[in-house]
């Protein structure tokens, strides 16, 4: 690293892993565009062939050709909107076996997440409603809000996927909502009154927590969004209205 910050060149091995890079990003943005030509408006002075042998040779490019390959990408990735390199690469894993798509690709190993989540959170629930197994009734409403933030996490994934827009880089953001999905349909079981108008604190059969509360749990998960985008707006109106105060003081 010490090295680097002082200007070390670049060694033999480092240009061509970039040049490889480079180039691979460059083929797959071109033959997406090109197999979507249908759908995708290409600059008429495109040249997919020249595209990709400048992306070949960018290392040994003249600074003209390098400023016009860059420009080219640039007009590139405009016109396939959130497609990108990163994201075709990411979600080109047919023909590579089950196991690789699974467990070495970065969609693959975070839908197995996803999958084994949705199963922990439906039998957390499923345990719920047996009389013969002790299981919390707080514990209920945290799986139902799981439950349902996996869903939605997993539609979303799914139209990204379909779409080829699907990003990595996107992940920890998506994982911050499951967290925010779970505590946001868990909170009922903080607010007394509400489990109360929702059936107490089990159901009429005595077998775990009541439908309304799980349902609304489930429902807090799934549009956790629309739940932080209220709060948001009443600390907004909040904070305007002591701003206002201090005005009038």
Not at 27 to 41: D, G, P, S, T, Y
């Amino acid at each position: 690293m010490e090295h680097r910050r002082q200007g070390r060149p670049q060694t033999d091995e480092e240009t061509k892993r970039e040049k490889l890079v480079l180039a691979q990003n460059a083929w797959h943005l071109a033959r997406f565009a090109v197999e979507h030509n249908n759908q995708i408006q290409l600059p008429e002075d495109f040249d997919a062939g020249t595209f990709l042998k400048r992306a070949e040779d960018y290392p040994n490019l003249p600074d003209k050709d390098k400023i016009h390959f860059v420009n080219e990408y640039a007009r590139l990735e405009k016109v396939t909107g959130n497609v990108t390199a990163r994201t075709l690469s990411a979600t080109r894993i047919h023909g590579r076996g089950f196991m690789h798509a699974a467990f070495r690709t970065s969609v693959g190993q975070y839908l197995v997440f996803l999958g084994l989540l949705t199963l922990l959170f439906t039998a957390l629930l499923f345990l719920n409603r047996l009389d013969w197994i002790y299981s919390p009734d707080h514990v209920a409403p945290f799986a139902a809000a799981g439950l349902g933030t996996c869903i939605f996490l997993l539609r979303v994934t799914q139209k990204c996927l379909t779409r080829r827009e699907f990003d990595p880089a996107y992940i920890p953001s998506q994982l911050i909502r499951l967290v925010l999905g779970i505590l946001a349909g868990g909170s009922i079981v903080l607010l007394p009154g509400l489990r109360d108008y929702l059936g107490g604190a089990a159901d009429a059969a005595g077998t775990g927590a009541a439908a309304g509360q799980l349902l609304l749990a489930f429902i807090l998960g799934y549009a956790v969004d629309v739940f932080y985008s209220i709060l948001d707006n009443i600390g907004g109106k909040v904070e305007d209205l002591r701003s206002f105060e201090r005005r009038q003081q």
